[in-house]
């Protein structure tokens, strides 16, 4: 059973991920110059939408466990997220060869979803413990900067085989980077968030959506199919615009 709030907060931050790609969009072929590497406009609305898209995972996950998800039914799902993030690599390598997406939001998610998983199946005690292990990955990805530059042996930390765990000292060269740290601590309190709800307001998860936000909730629903698809059409679209004006 699905919660329809849920799928419409998943959905909002579909909206929100397609007006901020098309910018982006806009930008790469010259019609709407922007700085989406450096601009504080930009990079702090990217990072609130994989929050929110990090946020709906961990929250999903703890719903599905909560109704007795089976481990093969978690399995298809973390395939098709697993190979979707393959896809977006070779499909950005195409597009930016030097800079294509190792471990991008898919990537992280898929990794991030099976630690969970994994570790939710051992641990049923309580909730703090979810709460505390976001804290930490959120505090040991602030730190990791500075533990890294101060020790020259940590700097392997910054190649691409590691740099997606988060201890890193400099950004890598890549259009997309959701790394462990501190991503997974965003998770992390999703999944203890929708925890906490479940035990002591599960109403807040039921009861009609306000008006005018049903498709929200329908487009949370195929969010994954949505993600793969929407840049292609508009990267087409904007490429027919230019060649035909």
């Known amino acids: 059973m699905r919660s329809d709030r849920l799928d419409a907060l998943r959905g909002l931050a579909m909206v929100w991920m397609t007006a901020f790609h098309l910018s982006f969009d806009l930008s ?48 298809r799902r973390w395939l098709q997220i697993a190979g979707c993030a393959l896809l977006v690599s070779l499909g950005s390598w195409w597009m930016f060869p030097g800079s294509f997406i190792y471990f991008g939001v898919l990537h992280g998610m898929a990794v991030m979803l099976l630690l969970l998983r994994l570790s939710a199946a051992r641990w049923r005690g309580s909730d703090a413990l979810w709460w505390l292990l976001g804290a930490a990955a959120l505090t040991l990805a602030w730190l990791g900067p500075g533990i890294v530059r101060s020790h020259a042996s940590l700097d392997v930390l910054n190649q691409p085989w590691l740099n997606w765990l988060g201890l890193i000292s400099r950004k890598p060269v890549t259009e997309d980077y959701v790394p462990l740290l501190p991503w997974l601590g965003i998770m992390l309190w999703g ?49 027919a615009a230019r060649w035909f004006l």
């Not at 990079?43 to 093969?72: D, E, K, Y």
């Not at 329908?218 to 994954?224: C, E, K, P, Q, T």
Request: with cysteine; aromatic share 14%; glycine share 10%.
């Open 28 to 75: 790469y072929f010259g019609l709407w110059p922007q700085d989406f590497y450096n601009d504080p406009r930009w990079t702090l609305q990217r990072s609130c939408i994989v929050s929110l898209f990090l946020l709906c995972a961990g929250a999903s996950l703890a719903l599905a466990l909560h109704q007795g998800q089976r481990l093969q039914a978690f399995g």
């Open 191 to 239: 999944f203890a968030g929708m925890r906490w709800l479940l035990r002591h307001r599960p109403q807040w998860l039921g009861g009609p959506l306000p008006t005018g936000t049903r498709a929200l909730a329908v487009l949370g629903r195929w969010s994954l199919t949505y993600y793969m698809l929407h840049q292609p059409v508009m990267i087409g679209l904007l490429s």
